[in-house]
């Protein structure tokens, strides 16, 4: 990420907090190393000393790229044998107990490599709670209206977390083919997660309530990614990725308060899920290429709830699709297109939805030169609604508060546009402005109902109106010094828009500024971003986090990379957010507390010590996901 910063590519926007990439769009950037995709924990262990140079791709018609639209390619130097490990400790001070350990080892012979990644991650804190001001439109015994304000305050809080993912690679790389094979096991749990306080309501029938939430669980998941691509005569190719994930979780959630019984709520799944992707390349000249795909897979949950209510779900949702692609490569302008047909069915507990839908994809760009380059994009696609939306348990969460999904909850399709031009009118100085459209129709939302006679509340989902989404911004970077200064700017307006049984505005404004020198092997960093501010797509609710400012010094040679970094020093409280939801017959201030935006001290430590004859070192593997969770929340 740090390479990515000095390079300042004017396209790209790098979150210093989350080390992320995104495209001005606000879409996801792929990230490869020679040509292979790459994890988050991959590019942390990268050595930089081995790139040879970085590629900025946009809709690259290289098949090895799998159809990614936007591309960073890492460019490393390829060994003949060897191997290396590496070992990297990593602690945040302050804000309780927060370690992640780490060891990799890499050993490659001629064209295969073997990765070995495990790690131990730990967390344990007192300020990880939620509190909230909830106000309900519910009806007195004898029918008559009233306006119930219950609040949760939390005054004891014990959040711990333990995370050990254990992942083994080979990978088979020749020019013209590409074998990887990846399998992991990942166990994830919260041994410790309660919360306790006072329980007010109002009007106040009887003061000095108390509360208490626990909500241990516990996850083991197994999954296995590979990808295949084969250069064939007559400028075919055929790449394919079959992937296999399957998730046990178990979830105890137990809510106890002197105002009412306890309501008890566990959960029992096995969740599963399997793709295959499989693309024909023909490229025609350098110009021309065509790509001829098709894809299917499923999601499977298998849930049961037991505690205050008994029940079991079963939840399947399978597609299957195919793509025609088309992509012009000139001098100065480029062409992407494609164009596909997707069919799913889901069938939760015998209820049936089939849905079938086109998509389409479509980019140009156009660069007369290296000094300027203008791109527009457009998409229309569909969102799927998962099984936590879609469950028919009828599940209670407090006193006054019912939770249930919609089965017959239909997909929504969108659109998406987006426009951006970049100047590069020299090294020292590079811009970008961009503006991004999104719209969702029919959109899933949340609701609150009368329930039991009007003496609670109950949230569902239903189909309703549409959901707008825009961004005007622009982004500047200013090397200074003979470049051992960087500045980068990024102030953006968003615009959102909702219709529907929620009809509302929402405008926030942001900005972010980042400044690194470097001087010969160590770095100094500073930062500033203005609170993340948004409204929800399938809810009545808009969001606001803390602003966010840190200082970072590091240091690193072939061997050693040491950062130290001071995040937030002014700032001693353990508030990170604030949610607000605004609706006919329910509404919520809730403020959620952590570690996130608390003033800490973090110290990052990294050895690598290699042996054999030019050791690779980067492309690591990190730990693997697990399938996803249907648990209502």
Known sequence: MDLLRQMAIPQLQINPVENSVKSNAGEDVSLFINYLPASQEELDGMRTADVRKVEYLEFPTDPRFRGAKWVVNFIVYEYEYGGYTKVTADEDFLIGLSSRVNVFSKF??????????????????????????????????????YTLTRTEFADNVHFRKNQFPVTLRATYNTEKLQMRNTVGYNHSSYPVNTQSGALTYSPNVAGGYTYSRTNPSHSNSLSYNGSYYVVLPNDFAVDASPQFSYTHTNDALTYSSSASDPIVRNARENAFNYRLDAYLHKRINQQHTLVLG?????????????????????????????????????????????AGFLYEKSDINGIQNADRYPFVHVNLSYSPNSHHSADAYFQFANNTPGIDSKASDLLQDNEYMYLTGNPLLENSRHITLNLSYAWMPSNQLSMSAYGNYFELFDRQMTIYQPYNDGSALLRTFINSGNYMQGEIGVSANVKLFDSKLQVYLSPRQRFYRSTGVYDRSFNPFQFQAQATYYLDQFHFTAYYMTPNKMMFSSSPRTYRSRDNYGIEAGWGNSEWNVTISATNLFNSKWDVSDHYIESPLYTEHRTGYGTSYHAQ?????????????????????GAQQGAGSGILK
Not at 115 to 138: F, G, W
Not at 312 to 333: A, I, K, M, N
């Open 108 to 145: 490659t012979f001629k064209k295969l490599t073997y990765d070995l990644y495990v790690a131990s991650n730990n967390y344990n804190d007192h300020h990880t709670a939620n509190s909230a001001e909830a106000r309900y439109s519910l009806l007195d015994a004898t029918g008559t209206p």
């Open 601 to 621: 001290l973090n110290l990052s430590v990294t050895y690598t010590f290699g042996y054999g004859k030019k050791v690779q070192r980067g492309n690591e593997v």
């Open 294 to 338: 098709g894809f299917g897979g499923e999601w499977a949950n298998r849930l049961r709830y037991s505690g205050g209510s008994s029940s079991y779900d079963r939840f399947r949702s399978y597609f299957l699709g195919g793509l025609l692609s088309y992509q012009l490569r000139l001098e100065s302008f480029r062409l992407y297109s494609d």
